[in-house]
């Protein structure tokens, strides 16, 4: 019963790592007004009618902090890259030179890095969220568990365990955001 019970606090704390990993990837998205590569991760592309990672028929880099260019494999996926960049509705204008596409960043006026600030708390949130959902199905886990025989001193130091890895994964969502939130403003 043992093993079982640390199993129950390895799949939270399984799940509470999906949830930061998660929140990283979506932070990435987020634009600080320096072009970045992430910008455009799981931008979805037709490659001959298959909807396709922009990275898997491009390579995207930056020229400068205000320029991401965009060089694909084929050139005549150039318009089908275009196309999805509009679709995405990104606020961003693809401009295509026959050879590349070019992406200039416009700076961030105050009111859109508020937004872009509030957006990152939001998936705060929600990463915290989901690293509480973790938290109670392991907690539920472990009172089953004391109810079907396990010590409940044992039991009860899981529980801690279980909290200590919540608090600290919630530590972590603050901070992730805290930096975004500085990166954002910073101009």
Same mark, same amino acid.
């Given at each position: 019963? #043992?093993?079982? *019970?640390?199993?129950?606090? =390895?799949?939270?704390?399984?799940?509470?790592? /999906?949830?930061?990993?998660?929140?990283?990837? =979506?932070?990435?998205?987020?634009?600080?007004? /320096?072009?970045?590569?992430?910008? !455009?991760?799981? !931008?979805?592309?037709?490659?001959?009618?298959? $909807?396709? $990672?922009?990275? #898997?028929?491009?390579?995207?880099?930056?020229?400068?902090?205000?320029? !991401? *260019?965009? #060089?694909?494999?084929?050139?005549?996926?150039?318009a089908a890259i275009e196309k999805s960049i509009f679709e995405a509705n990104l606020g961003i204008t693809p401009?295509?030179?026959?050879?590349?596409?070019?992406?200039?960043? $416009?700076?961030?006026?105050?009111?859109?890095?508020?937004?872009?600030?509030?957006?990152?708390? @939001? !998936?705060?949130?929600?990463?915290? *969220?989901?690293?509480?959902?973790?938290?109670?199905?392991?907690?539920?886990?472990?009172?089953?568990?004391?109810?079907?025989?396990? $010590?409940?001193?044992? @039991?009860?130091?899981?529980?801690?365990? *279980?909290?200590?890895?919540?608090?600290?994964? @919630?530590?972590?969502?603050? #901070?992730?955001?805290?930096? /975004?939130?500085k990166e954002i403003m910073t101009i």
């Amino acid at each position: 019963m #043992q093993e079982e *019970v640390d199993f129950y606090v =390895e799949a939270a704390k399984e799940g509470m790592d /999906k949830a930061i990993e998660h929140l990283q990837q =979506e932070l990435a998205k987020i634009r600080a007004g /320096k072009a970045s590569p992430g910008m !455009l991760a799981g !931008l979805m592309v037709s490659y001959y009618g298959t $909807p396709t $990672p922009l990275n #898997q028929v491009a390579n995207v880099s930056t020229s400068d902090s205000r320029t !991401l *260019v965009i #060089q694909p494999w084929e050139k005549s996926m150039l318009a089908a890259i275009e196309k999805s960049i509009f679709e995405a509705n990104l606020g961003i204008t693809p401009q295509n030179n026959g050879e590349v596409v070019h992406i200039n960043v $416009p700076p961030l006026t105050e009111e859109r890095r508020k937004e872009m600030v509030k957006r990152s708390k @939001g !998936l705060g949130e929600d990463a915290k *969220v989901s690293i509480r959902s973790s938290r109670r199905e392991a907690m539920d886990l472990i009172k089953k568990a004391i109810k079907d025989g396990f $010590p409940e001193d044992a @039991g009860k130091r899981k529980e801690d365990e *279980v909290q200590n890895l919540t608090n600290k994964y @919630g530590e972590k969502v603050d #901070q992730l955001i805290e930096a /975004k939130e500085k990166e954002i403003m910073t101009i």
